[in-house]
């Protein structure tokens, strides 16, 4: 029997269609119960200030770089929202004296426009973010040659063997609306996918790819990002895959309240937790994971009371 239409975008998949008892199970969980909700293989981190939170974050790039040698590469691999932890991330590395000339960073995406992705110059081009918020601020001598800092462009093939015979300690991310990390968005729903989304199994075979946006990652990215310009959004991006996330040996999750609501991130701690992977929902493909943190503020956890506004 097909699985009801998304009430959002009926010609996707996202977390609407799912049966109502996970919806409803989701939305009745407290912070309290979220914590009780790790087990082997995933673990829930709270954080009670912002500083922490970000400061926590920032050290996990420390901890990551300081493994790193001449003839046993470490990398990390991080996103564009948040971006909070990137200044604190080079002004720990300045004021360590880290030599970071054998680690490597990989950017989990960008946008994609016009048959390319987005120049440097673009108002949105998450490398730019990247150098800006981050590498730029790095003293010279000691931070990483050019060649050892991996952003994903149209023509993967470099992006792609840039993972191989480097070790990724870390694959960090932020949640979106849609319940992606990087852009793993859910897919349109046609073709093979008409009555239900792809296996998990066969989501997790995709690699760094150009990928089409549901309309609910538009949007979100005006708002967090383009001050509510929707027209100032490309509807494709280049985003690393599962096959690269499955290559990182921890993926770290960080939820500050400001990407996805009180309700997603409860939802996909839920269906983490109780391994309920399902590919309208990327982000609980990280079920089948060895290695999960999620990592939250718990003054951005919210509730799921109904409020009028």
């Not at 002004?91 to 426009?113: C, I, P, Q, T, Y």
Request: glycine share 8%; net charge negative.
């Amino acid at each position: 029997m097909p699985r009801k239409l998304s009430s959002i975008a009926p010609d996707w998949w996202d977390y609407t269609t799912l049966d109502s008892e996970i919806i409803e199970a989701a939305a009745r969980l407290t912070p309290e119960s979220m914590l009780k909700l790790s087990r082997p293989g995933f673990r829930v981190a709270m954080y009670d200030t912002l500083e922490e939170f970000y400061l926590a974050e920032a050290l996990e790039y420390i901890s990551a770089w300081k493994q790193s040698t001449p003839d046993n590469p470490v990398g990390i691999c991080g996103p564009i929202g948040p971006t909070e932890q990137l200044p604190l991330v080079a002004r720990l590395v300045n004021e360590l004296n880290l030599s970071l000339k054998s680690a490597h960073f990989w950017g989990m995406d960008e946008w994609f426009h016009d048959g390319r992705e987005v120049p440097v110059t673009h108002p949105l081009s998450f490398e730019r973010a990247d150098r800006e918020l981050c590498f730029n601020r790095i003293r010279p001598d000691l931070v990483m040659p050019g060649e050892n800092l991996h952003f994903p462009k149209a023509d993967t093939t470099a992006y792609r063997k840039s993972w191989e015979g480097v070790r990724c300690a870390v694959m960090q991310g932020g949640q979106g609306d849609v319940k992606h990390w990087a852009f793993n968005d859910p897919p349109r729903r046609e073709g093979p996918y008409k009555d239900q989304p792809p296996v998990p199994a066969e989501y997790r075979q995709l690699a760094t790819r150009v990928v089409d946006l549901h309309p609910l990652t538009i949007a979100q990215n005006a708002r967090t990002s383009g001050g509510g310009n929707i027209a100032l959004v490309p509807t494709r991006a280049i985003s690393v895959g599962p096959v690269e996330t499955w290559r990182g040996e921890k993926v770290s999750i960080w939820h500050a309240g400001m990407h996805d609501n009180p309700f997603g991130q409860r939802l996909t701690t839920w269906m983490i937790a109780k391994n309920i992977p399902d590919a309208a929902v990327p982000m609980s493909l990280l079920a089948d994971h060895p290695n999960v943190q999620f990592n939250f503020y718990r003054g951005g956890i919210g509730t799921c009371d109904v409020e009028m506004h």
